[in-house]
Nanobody, 115 residues
Framework: QVQLVESGGGLVQPGGSLRLSCAAS????????MGWYRQAPGKERELVAG???????DYADSVKGRFTFSRDNAKNTVILQMNSLKPEDTAVYYC?????????WGQGTQVTVSS
């Protein structure tokens, strides 16, 4: 069982930055894969960025060059640094862990990009 708690969402103007954190209840060394997903109103949930246990990261084309996914192993936390935010980045952002074939989700955090 893996529990995930996201934090760091909020309201930001276009071009601004936000930093999302996801704290895991277990050592993230033991987790096969972690990812950030987002879901905008009326749209399907989509992958934003993911990181494997070996540290390889993948990004959606729409966020490449703007978002950075990293890990703080000492705090069992993964971080999504979001820069140059656009209105189309507005969504609820979810942290996901996949471990031994099971998926675990956080409760989500709202990100709103608006002037």
């Amino acid at each position: 069982q893996v529990q995930l708690v996201e934090s760091g969402g909020g309201l930001v103007q276009p071009g601004g930055s936000l930093r999302l954190s996801c704290a895991a209840s277990v050592s993230i060394f033991s987790i096969n894969y972690m990812g950030w997903y987002r879901q905008a109103p009326g749209k399907e949930r989509e992958l934003v960025a993911g990181i494997t246990g070996g540290g390889r990261t993948d990004y959606a084309d729409s966020v490449k060059g703007r978002f950075t996914f990293s890990r703080d192993n000492a705090k069992n936390t993964v971080i999504l640094q979001m820069n140059s935010l656009k209105p189309e980045d507005t969504a609820v952002y979810y942290c996901k862990a996949n471990n031994f074939g099971l998926n675990y989700w956080g409760q989500g955090t709202q990100v709103t990009v608006s002037s």
